[in-house]
């Protein structure tokens, strides 16, 4: 029988989804399947999981507060600080895009009235330049100002003066979305030895026009089991900043680099970058046509896994599921 976890020492801490007769339990942070309770290494009562929660936002939420009202910034610092977030705060709009691109928050609460760059201009440019950074808009109440915000995609909108206890409930929910998603996913399921479950990021250099053809066509792909053979939760990564971002936010276990869309930045520099990442995946797994030879041997050099897409696409399907069977603890013998 698995010993009762002390919570949050342990990377591979096992929750329980939910009390039924079946006993199961979700695996955070680096073991993200489904295992039994008498399998578990640990395990966490229901009743501190939200606890739980609270503890994984506070490791990802590193918040930036941007607002020219120095009240308000102190308030909202001092607030969250106090319960173990890292803190920045910005005046301006331009401030905040420094400190952005320094120290990538995984969270900002924006301003509307700010000096310079508005909080609306401001929201634009975030989402174009870091889409997977949430954004949070604290500003005095109008609706043409929350329907606006609300069009350019920020993921939640309070009016001034903001509860705190309300702010802090919805920054939990939205920095832990992907824990709850995989959940969500996963906990009506119990997982099957010999099918393989992983988190997959595909990473896809490429013009607006081309990812809204190649992202259904990967989705179709890896979400039927029966053509992929796994249970796999997908996102998707469009740029440098996007996949650095990502690997802090959505934790893939495999990330995946199609080096025949990168136009920006080389195969091997891209590869070095996600493998020095604080936030490195478990696995990364090159692939495509036309690999360049100083690409090849700087992916050799870092040890990482190359499928040439010449043999066919299947020849990718079947290191992922290979891949991820081995991560599973499975023999990937198939």
Same mark, same amino acid.
């Given at each position: 029988?698995?010993?009762?976890c002390? !919570?949050?020492?342990?990377?591979?801490?096992?929750?329980r @989804?939910?009390?039924?007769?079946? *006993?199961?339990?979700?695996?955070?942070?680096?073991?993200?399947?489904?295992?039994?309770?008498?399998?578990?290494? =640990?395990?966490?009562?229901c009743?501190?999981?939200?606890?739980?929660?609270?503890?994984?936002?506070?490791?990802?939420?590193?918040?930036?507060?941007?607002?020219?009202?120095?009240?308000?910034?102190?308030?909202?610092?001092?607030?969250?600080?106090?319960?173990?977030?890292?803190?920045?705060?910005? $005046?301006?709009?331009?401030? $905040?895009?420094k /400190?952005?691109?320094?120290?990538?928050?995984?969270?900002?609460?924006?301003?509307i009235?700010l000096?310079?760059?508005?909080? /609306?201009e401001?929201?634009k %440019?975030?989402?174009?330049?870091y889409?997977?950074?949430?954004? &949070?808009?604290?500003?005095? &109440?109008?609706?043409?100002?929350?329907?606006? $915000?609300?069009?350019?995609?920020?993921?939640?909108?309070?009016?001034?003066?903001?509860? +705190?206890?309300?702010?802090?409930?919805?920054?939990?929910e939205?920095?832990?979305?992907?824990?709850?998603?995989?959940?969500?996913? +996963?906990?009506?399921? #119990?997982?099957v030895?010999?099918?393989?479950?992983?988190?997959?990021?595909?990473?896809? %250099? @490429? !013009?607006?026009?081309?990812?809204?053809?190649?992202?259904?066509?990967?989705?179709?792909? &890896?979400?039927d089991?029966?053509?992929?053979?796994? *249970? =796999?939760?997908?996102?998707?990564?469009?740029?440098?900043?996007?996949? !650095?971002?990502?690997?802090?936010?959505?934790?893939?276990?495999? @990330?995946?680099?199609?080096?025949?869309? +990168?136009?920006?930045?080389?195969?091997?520099?891209?590869a070095?970058?996600?493998?020095?990442?604080?936030?490195?995946?478990?696995?990364?797994?090159?692939?495509?046509?036309? /690999? %360049?030879?100083s690409?090849?041997?700087?992916?050799?050099?870092?040890?990482? #896994?190359y499928?040439?897409?010449?043999?066919? &696409?299947?020849?990718?399907?079947?290191?992922?599921? *290979?891949? $991820?069977?081995?991560?599973?603890?499975?023999?990937?013998?198939?």
């Amino acid at each position: 029988m698995p010993a009762k976890c002390p !919570l949050f020492q342990n990377e591979k801490v096992i929750c329980r @989804v939910k009390p039924d007769s079946q *006993h199961r339990w979700i695996g955070t942070e680096r073991t993200w399947y489904i295992r039994n309770y008498c399998q578990a290494d =640990y395990y966490v009562d229901c009743e501190d999981f939200e606890a739980y929660l609270e503890q994984q936002a506070i490791v990802k939420g590193k918040i930036l507060v941007v607002d020219d009202e120095t009240t308000m910034l102190e308030t909202l610092s001092s607030f969250f600080s106090s319960r173990g977030y890292q803190m920045m705060t910005a $005046a301006s709009a331009e401030a $905040a895009l420094k /400190l952005l691109a320094a120290e990538q928050p995984a969270l900002i609460f924006i301003d509307i009235k700010l000096p310079g760059m508005n909080g /609306l201009e401001l929201l634009k %440019e975030i989402k174009q330049r870091y889409p997977a950074v949430k954004t &949070f808009v604290i500003t005095a &109440f109008d609706e043409e100002n929350k329907k606006a $915000a609300e069009a350019l995609g920020c993921d939640a909108f309070f009016a001034k003066p903001v509860g +705190l206890d309300a702010l802090k409930k919805r920054v939990i929910e939205v920095l832990t979305d992907s824990e709850r998603r995989l959940m969500k996913t +996963l906990a009506s399921r #119990q997982k099957v030895d010999g099918v393989p479950a992983a988190r997959l990021l595909f990473v896809i %250099e @490429v !013009l607006p026009t081309e990812k809204d053809r190649l992202t259904p066509y990967f989705r179709e792909c &890896f979400t039927d089991e029966a053509r992929c053979g796994g *249970h =796999y939760e997908l996102d998707f990564a469009y740029s440098i900043n996007d996949t !650095l971002q990502k690997l802090m936010s959505f934790k893939p276990d495999i @990330v995946l680099i199609n080096f025949d869309t +990168l136009y920006q930045i080389p195969c091997g520099q891209l590869a070095s970058r996600i493998v020095e990442s604080p936030y490195r995946p478990k696995e990364v797994i090159v692939y495509g046509l036309n /690999l %360049e030879a100083s690409d090849k041997q700087a992916i050799e050099q870092l040890g990482l #896994q190359y499928v040439d897409q010449r043999r066919s &696409f299947a020849k990718l399907v079947t290191t992922i599921k *290979h891949t $991820a069977l081995r991560l599973n603890g499975h023999s990937s013998k198939t």
